[in-house]
């Protein structure tokens, strides 16, 4: 199995995607991985992998990269040369089986739709973000793939969500619900409220709105939104999350009981801080594209962007593709059957 | 000064709105509370202040209360004899100088916009939640009062967030944000791009896009959207704060060493924690009405309560709705003049 990495991606590349591919490598003895970027400056960190590794890892050769700032679909079109195009091409001709890259999350959606295609029957991508949260994993999507969702969408992300959180977490009947600005009927907006009566006719397990605190208590497998509210959320998410680490830090730098008291708890802390570091938990799979897509967050670092490889490659070989493609195909989750 | 305080609203009615009632009048000596609801169930609260105090509480019986469930607009129009709708006509007949509920939300705003009437030139109004973050505090609103946003009603958010700012928390050119998908200005939808260009033509200290993370971060005086995004992002914090607390807990009831580390680690523990406990800062204010409202968290107990009482009372002292009509008319923040 070949994965191509993105290796010009993100705020530590192409350092980090190199050792992340290596200690995908080394986790998974049948795959191999295109790493695709700035040869020479690529070459050095390919170099220091162990024979074993080094033979899986071969280097695709570019210096245009896609920025934050570029618009999404318009970079796809014309920056043919960009490693995030070359990645999707390899995966369009069958040369690599799946995509993993840090950069621009729009160029991604984009490149995936215009270059992979969408699953026949699926209107738009989503990316879902996976969320361990009490007692439980929760998939939350979409978390920026389609910034503006029409009820249509909102109800296919939830048949994509339950396919995955089926398929990849291994739960039976996945609880699919609606993130709202309450928990009441009469709350959302006419968008939403024709989406939940979709999903409601659907055989989904759907259980009714979410709102914001629902989701950091677990309270269901799949939790769906629009792309804004998703992105908005998963990053203010992080931002909590490091703000609890700063916080911590300065207490304990500028006093002694804390440190004291640090030196006990540290064990626990990080268990519990653990949860709030959504960046270890490898990357968002794009669903609803002619392929496995995993995006990882530009500030990754290797132990992530492993993870997210690995994710990849265990969506190739349970044909996460082909199951969505066959799910939406007999409509199973929207009631036709 | 008299407030309406809507003493069956909340999860912890009346017990809690009373005592909560009770802190705010000893606090400001010259503070009256009208406290609407059952007063067979009120009454027993109000006998246990003292006299300077109870002198100070009236109640206004009414056993007709606003649900969750109960549709916003209908819900004013028809519960007439509801504890909501009996504040708001004491602020509507010069009765009352302010009103304070837990109530329902929506119910809440469209009952200021009917029974109190926007302020010229104001469409929509607006909640707006004071959130301590990095080194300031900034006001995120809309969190609730208008679900779905037109750009005029994102810039007018603006306007009475700068303004809000600069005479209640006392920032002098108070920074602005609006809060999107990414930081690059390609990122947002066409209502972000519009706002954000009547936004910059303002003179508001206008600063860019915020993101989610950024929020956490003290990124800015003031950060706006609408009020879907705002109140799903208001509870998710919300609800990061319960997990961090119970798993805490779960984590010193089980190991003996974070439950030594804890001894010494409390006093910083609770500083940090604090920062989520959004209850404690008292209530939102609904800006953009002819009148001082202020919302409180359903599950307010009496310190919140109280907060949000003297909050209202500072915002009438200080002419709140006066200085907006004022900031409004002259066109100073839409740079007009």
New interface residues.
Partial sequence: MLIALDAMGGDHAPEEPCKGAILACREKPHLSIALIGDSEKIRPFVEKAEKSVRSRLEIVHTTEVIT?????SLSIRRKKGSSLVLGFEMVRSKEADGIVSSGN??AIAAGAVLLLGRIPGIDRPALGALLP??NRKTILMDV?GT??CKPINLMQFAQMGTIYMKLFIGVENPSVRL???????????ETIAAAREMIEKSSMNYQGYA???????GISDVVI?D???G??????????G???N???RE??TH?L??K??????????K??MG??DWEKYGGAPVLGVNGSVVKVHGRSRANAISHAITGAANFIERSGVDRIREAIESGIENGNN
């Fill in positions: 934050g700032s570029d618009s999404p999350t729009g949260v009490v920026g910034v503006h993130l709202c600005n309450g928990e009441e009927a009469t709350k959302g907006d709102e914001g605190k629902d989701i950091p208590a939104c792309g804004f509210t992105n908005v959320l998963i990053k203010f998410a992080e931002g909590v490091e703000l609890l700063s916080q911590f207490e304990y006093h009981l804390p004291v008291g640090l030196f006990f708890m540290w064990p626990a802390m268990r519990v949860r709030f």
